[in-house]
């Protein structure tokens, strides 16, 4: 199992501790971030599809009814009257977030003229084809929104999917395994330290077999040779038992 390289020391136990407790709040919240990114993405790329088919259908109309105009009154007429038209969409872009994740809202303002050509030069087709083309104009920055939206929040999923895989299957393992690892070398330390001490203790308790002596004190030896202490033998000395004479 995989672990920090670091001394089995009380500190570096309180420390892998407070960074696990970290790394664990991290995980819960990405792991949130994560449930409602995933929920915001669903709900946004359903609707972008939705409307992307209907733009689809919108514009394949609208070229249609483009190429029926030009094939009625000829390229360069159709090229004349689009010139004409002097007005577009304005857009104005702003943004609000989802968990830290930076969703434009796109809002159009305006829109060109219905009728910027002459009725005299044109024909029917062409207004069938400004008509499909005001159609797809008026769709195209709510799409733009949510295509960007879904974009960016898949990029978001993405990076908070991997920060959470590292969290839960690298970081966490191997600050768990570090916390085992220091507090099994502690107990071993600490269970070491213990029988030490009890060993010195019992040697020092040990009873001694004899009379205690001291290390100044010489042994005794009997120097009189088993008789009486009060034995003198002096010559016209006095022995033990002898009366002293008058």
């Known amino acids: 199992m995989a672990r920090i390289n670091v001394p089995p020391t009380r500190s570096n136990l309180l420390r892998i501790k407070r960074d696990l407790k970290f790394a664990r709040e991290g995980y819960e919240i990405l792991d949130k971030k994560r449930e409602v990114l995933s929920t915001e993405l669903v709900r946004l790329a359903h609707e972008a599809e939705a409307l992307q088919r209907q733009?689809?259908?919108?514009?394949?109309?609208?070229?249609?009814?483009?190429?029926?105009?030009?094939?009625?009154m000829g390229q360069e007429r159709v090229e004349w009257a689009a010139l004409a038209v002097n007005k577009t969409v304005e857009v104005q872009i702003r943004s609000h977030g989802v968990m830290g994740v930076p969703i434009p809202t796109v809002e159009a303002?305006?829109?060109?003229?219905?009728?910027?050509?002459?009725?005299?030069?044109?024909?029917?087709?062409?207004?069938?084809?400004?008509?499909a083309f005001r159609e797809v104009l008026s769709q195209i920055p709510e799409l733009a929104e949510l295509m960007t939206s879904v974009w960016r929040l898949a990029r978001e999923l993405r990076k908070t999917q991997r920060?959470?895989?590292?969290?839960?299957?690298?970081?966490?393992?191997?600050?768990?395994?570090?916390?085992?690892?220091?507090?099994?070398?502690?107990?071993?330390?600490?269970?070491?330290?213990?029988?030490?001490?009890?060993?010195l203790k019992t040697k020092t308790a040990r009873p001694t077999i004899g009379p205690p002596t001291r290390e100044y004190e010489q042994p005794y030896r009997d120097i009189s040779g088993g008789k009486?202490?009060?034995y003198r033998d002096i010559s016209?000395?006095?022995?033990?038992?002898?009366r002293p004479q008058r």
Do not use: C
Not at 109 to 124: I, K, Q
Not at 236 to 242: K, L, M
């Open 55 to 72: 733009v689809w259908t919108l514009l394949r109309a609208a070229y249609h009814a483009l190429e029926r105009a030009e094939l009625t």
């Open 109 to 131: 303002h305006g829109e060109p003229p219905e009728m910027p050509y002459s009725l005299g030069d044109t024909m029917a087709t062409l207004d069938e084809a400004s008509y």
């Open 163 to 199: 920060r959470v895989n590292a969290l839960q299957h690298i970081f966490i393992p191997d600050y768990e395994n570090t916390v085992a690892f220091i507090e099994r070398a502690l107990e071993e330390r600490e269970r070491d330290e213990t029988f030490r001490l009890k060993r």
């Open 228 to 230: 009486s202490p009060v």
């Open 236 to 242: 016209g000395g006095a022995r033990s038992g002898d």
